[in-house]
């Protein structure tokens, strides 16, 4: 009999340490939106002990629904074997983040690093009442369903947190309201605006660009808040950009206190070098003169080729040339210039 107590012993304790995962909730990002009038951020998972799959779950916070009302789900990362998840509201002051897996053991993994879900909106109805959004938290279950990876004869789990102090709330509203943003390209350079409706405890807006080349936003600049209770208009230029590049700015708002929030992405781009050059008179009749004149002062080349792109001349200017074409017959000529390792195509009409 010794032997089968054994036995029994060892599957007892298989099964209470697949029981269930744990695992920690947060708010992150928030911002007001569309003029004051809406309320976003994003809603994380992260484990806290084994490494496991996300199931079907409900995910349930409550808020104070004189604050902000009528939550919606504006984007989610859940794709493949999820359904496209739900967002309810089954109390006046509470929601619910719903996720449903369709395929046992196939839900995205959860681990140590902050795994985004999804990004939630509300109607604001009094912005000094938008705090204290607490998870929901009944002494040891969210009622989340969880597939575990590491178990594979255990489908269905509740997922537990380790205590209330993983579930982090939402308790601080922002510090300002940002109306509007703006980035708009100039001759050399791009401008970035920002219009606030209030300041309340603000210390500073850092100032993050990427451009289309690189993944991750970094920091170029720094803007002192000036905390005021009324409109307030602010600006930054960015001096350091080249022509034909897409670049994307974004704000992080910084309080006081060291919380934060990030603005709404917005992008600009200057034009070429090469795109701000002219050919000028097009057409031009035999033995004319023809003029290119380029905006930036650099190393230019003028290359034209006949209709058959057969070589016919070239030409080195820096700024603008002026030159003649002697005995040219009467056609249709292509030219190419040249700058650094960009170039632009033109048709050029004699007659």
Known sequence: MKPIYIIVLFVLSF??????????????????????????FDIFITRSGPEFHLGSSNLVFNFNNLGISTPVLLSHTLSGSYDVPTVTNPLPNRASFNVVLNNDNNGIVVNDTPTLLGRLQ????????????????TGGTTQTIVFNDVFPGVS???????????LVPLNSPLPVDLININASSLEKSIRLDWKVAQEQNLSNYEVQRKSDNNTNFSVIGDVIAMNKNSE???????????GGI???YRLRIIDFDGSFSFSPIVFAKLAKSLDKISVYPNPIVNNGEVRITADEKAEYVFVLYDSNNKYILSKTFEKDILFRFDELPAGVYYYKINHNSEFITGKLVVL
Do not use: H, R
Request: charged share 10%; glycine share 4%.
């Open 246 to 248: 897409k670049y994307f």
């Open 232 to 242: 307030t208009q602010y600006n930054y230029i960015d001096e350091n950009v080249e």
């Open 122 to 137: 509300f109607s604001i109805l009094n912005p000094t009442l938008m705090s204290n959004i607490n998870w929901l938290y």
């Open 156 to 166: 269905q789990l509740f997922a537990t947190t380790n205590s209330m102090s993983c």
């Open 15 to 40: 099964a209470s340490s697949s029981l269930g995962q744990t695992f920690c909730l947060s708010f992150a990002n928030q911002q007001i939106t569309n003029g004051g009038t809406k309320f976003e």
